[in-house]
């Protein structure tokens, strides 16, 4: 495993996702959702769920340090709004700024954020700003509706 480095600003670049991108995404995404202990049996009971949708790509942006990507988000307009479908970091990178800066990158779209959250998530989505909004039926079971009014995001 990768020892974990601080995070500096300067060696984070976010950009958008290319071809070349997707075996990592797929990976990120599999690795990152098996860090949730209490998810781990509804995916043993659905590995579907562990399979990234390709067609997210025109919408995905990638967090790169050193060259490296080490997370991603996705988020498509809807309406007038955009629907987060994916936020992932790798694993050895949790914690450490990627996920805030993708949001922080989606957020300067300059449009309302929406996402169905992983109960799991809900401290991490209130601490960059989101605010409950609802809940949504999923496959898992009900799971809260979040938005992000960029006017109130985290700086």
Same mark, same amino acid.
């Given at each position: 495993?990768?020892?974990?480095?601080?995070?500096?600003?300067?060696?984070?670049?976010?950009? %958008?996702?290319?071809?070349?991108? !997707? &075996?990592?995404?797929? &990976?990120?995404?599999? %690795?990152? %959702?098996?860090?949730?202990?209490? &998810?781990?049996?509804?995916?043993?009971?659905?590995?579907?769920?562990?399979?990234?949708?390709?067609?997210?790509?025109?919408?995905?942006?990638?967090? !790169?340090?050193?060259?490296?990507?080490?997370?991603?988000? %996705?988020?498509?307009?809807? &309406?007038?709004?955009?629907?987060?479908?994916?936020?992932?970091?790798?694993?050895?990178?949790?914690?450490?700024?990627?996920?805030?800066?993708?949001?922080?990158?989606?957020?300067?779209?300059? !449009?309302?954020?929406?996402?169905?959250?992983?109960?799991?998530?809900?401290?991490?989505?209130?601490?960059?700003?989101?605010?409950?909004?609802?809940?949504?039926?999923?496959?898992?079971?009900?799971?809260?509706?979040?938005?992000?009014?960029?006017?109130?995001?985290?700086?």
């Amino acid at each position: 495993m990768n020892e974990k480095k601080p995070l500096f600003s300067s060696n984070l670049v976010i950009r %958008s996702a290319v071809d070349d991108d !997707v &075996d990592t995404l797929r &990976d990120i995404f599999r %690795s990152a %959702s098996l860090t949730i202990e209490g &998810d781990r049996d509804l995916f043993a009971a659905h590995p579907e769920w562990l399979v990234w949708d390709d067609e997210m790509l025109p919408f995905a942006r990638v967090a !790169v340090v050193d060259g490296r990507v080490v997370g991603f988000a %996705s988020a498509r307009p809807v &309406d007038d709004f955009l629907e987060l479908e994916d936020l992932f970091t790798d694993p050895d990178w949790m914690r450490q700024g990627i996920a805030s800066a993708l949001l922080e990158d989606i957020a300067r779209r300059g !449009v309302r954020v929406e996402v169905t959250a992983n109960p799991h998530a809900i401290g991490f989505y209130e601490s960059v700003g989101f605010i409950a909004s609802g809940i949504a039926n999923t496959q898992g079971g009900p799971a809260p509706r979040m938005q992000l009014n960029i006017t109130h995001a985290r700086p």
